[in-house]
């Protein structure tokens, strides 16, 4: 049990901290719209893997080089046209206003399907988390659902508070976060333009 709990948690957090797509889309966002609109966004693996998980199961270790590549690419032009959702939003830069329904479930969707264009999680279902939870869930159901609880609840976590502390700059000026917003666009331009160079490289 303890050791399902260690390892889901401690994955989880690794996954959470190190830079990716899904990461440089929540701090553009947070520089946008604020952080208690882009807190909803930390629960979009729970929106994501769902699918990943399912599928990796079904299909464990037997993911093709052509389907990762495939997966990569989309992944890059989604952060390019985040990037560009970004520069447009520095050039009209306005203060954001308080709190809105309908900007909140946009940003966990949106967090949510560049999760599901990420390789990392198929990656992470099929080298870590599918064996160890099949491996458990054949002697033990509860230690195996308890790696996946352990798991998502340190994702979501960890999420969590990187949006908040990202998003307590407050003391930046309104010059201040609006080149962070184009900073965070050009982040996710290099990151898009990375995967589709890694993708050609691959062909």
Not at 67 to 72: A, D, E, N, S
Not at 126 to 148: D, K, Q, R, Y
Not at 180 to 195: D, F, P, T
Request: proline share 5%; glycine share 6%.
């Amino acid at each position: 049990m303890l050791e399902s709990i260690f390892l889901g948690s401690g994955f989880a957090f690794a996954a959470a901290v190190q830079p990716g797509p899904l990461q440089a889309f929540l701090l553009s966002s947070v520089l946008q719209n604020g952080w208690k609109r882009t807190l909803p966004a930390s629960f979009s693996p729970l929106l994501s893997d769902g699918p990943i998980a399912l599928l990796v199961l079904i299909l464990l270790n037997h993911i093709s080089t052509t389907v990762h590549g495939i997966l990569q690419a989309a992944g890059g032009f989604l952060l390019l046209y985040f990037a560009w959702a970004g520069y447009r939003q520095w050039k009209r830069y306005t203060v954001p206003e308080q709190d809105s329904i309908n900007v909140m479930p946009r940003t966990l969707i949106q967090a949510a399907f560049i999760n599901i264009l990420n390789p990392n999680p198929y990656l992470g279902w099929s080298l870590v988390l599918g064996p160890a939870f099949l491996a458990s869930w054949h002697s033990n159901h509860i230690v195996a659902l308890t790696l996946i609880l352990a798991f998502y609840s340190t994702m979501v976590l960890v999420l969590a508070c990187i949006i908040f502390l990202f998003g307590t700059t407050r003391f930046l000026t309104q010059a201040g976060r609006r080149s962070l917003i184009l900073i965070s666009a050009a982040i996710l331009a290099v990151m898009g333009v990375y995967q589709l160079s890694v993708c050609i490289l691959k062909l």
